[in-house]
């Protein structure tokens, strides 16, 4: 079975700072894993996936992700915040990679302080 | 490029009434889902369609019903509202059902009352 813990509900940053975004995954097999993202009032949008390639995982808008099986882990990074950054992020697992078989982690809003 | 269109944006329903979410996609993907997202428990699938003509439950199917007469259209039938029902309801497609990439609508909030 499939399941995903976001260990942090509310993360707040100044703008600039590094971001860092915890994810834990458990999974019977060799996952795939998913960054969303959700702007206020907006449907969620794909920031990167892992699909058992190489571990270290470029997304758009500077952020990364690395896939770290012995921790069973699948941290979120960004070297430094925008404000533009402000936003609900989703880590997402699938043990078989289909679309209907996704489990959402409960969420971490990031707050971009000035 | 208008991706994936959700209508209406908000509703209000009094607890028994039906009512239909409409989702639309013009990016001929084959797979459509429905989901619903409540506070601090991430997203739950409702029901998904791997092409017209085929659906199937998801986790929380109760209370819902879907059909999908074409590629491009995937509605969500709420068959007599219940105020456990008061979510945001996101409609979400993919290109094929073996990639977890999905494209969201933009949401529907719907309050029973």
């Known amino acids: ?114 | 490029n208008a991706g994936v269109t959700q209508t209406p944006k908000f509703q209000v329903l009094k607890t028994g009434q039906s009512m239909t979410l409409q989702c639309a996609q013009d990016m001929n993907h084959e797979y459509m889902s429905w989901y619903r997202q409540d506070p601090g428990m991430g997203l739950r699938l409702i029901h998904y369609s791997v092409g017209a003509g085929i659906t199937d439950q998801g986790e929380v199917p109760n209370g819902y019903n879907v059909s999908r007469s074409t590629t491009e259209d995937f509605p969500l039938r709420l068959l007599s509202a219940a105020p456990s029902q008061t979510s945001v309801y996101f409609c979400a497609s993919s290109r094929r059902l073996d990639t977890g990439e999905l494209f969201f609508g933009e949401g529907s909030r719907l309050t029973v009352l």
């Open chain 1, 1 to 114: 079975a499939q399941s995903v813990t976001q260990l942090d509900s509310h993360v707040s940053v100044s703008e600039g700072t590094p971001v860092l975004l915890r994810c834990n995954y458990s999974s019977s097999y060799s996952p795939s894993l998913f960054w969303y993202v959700q702007h206020p009032n907006k449907g969620l949008q794909l920031l990167l996936k892992y699909t058992s390639a190489a571990t270290l995982v470029k997304g758009i808008n500077g952020f990364e992700a690395e896939f770290k099986k012995s921790e069973t882990s699948f941290h979120l990074t960004k070297p430094s915040a925008h404000m533009s950054d402000a936003a609900e992020y989703f880590c997402v697992v699938s043990d078989s990679g289909s679309a209907r078989q996704l489990t959402f982690g409960s969420g971490t809003q990031l707050t971009v302080l000035p």
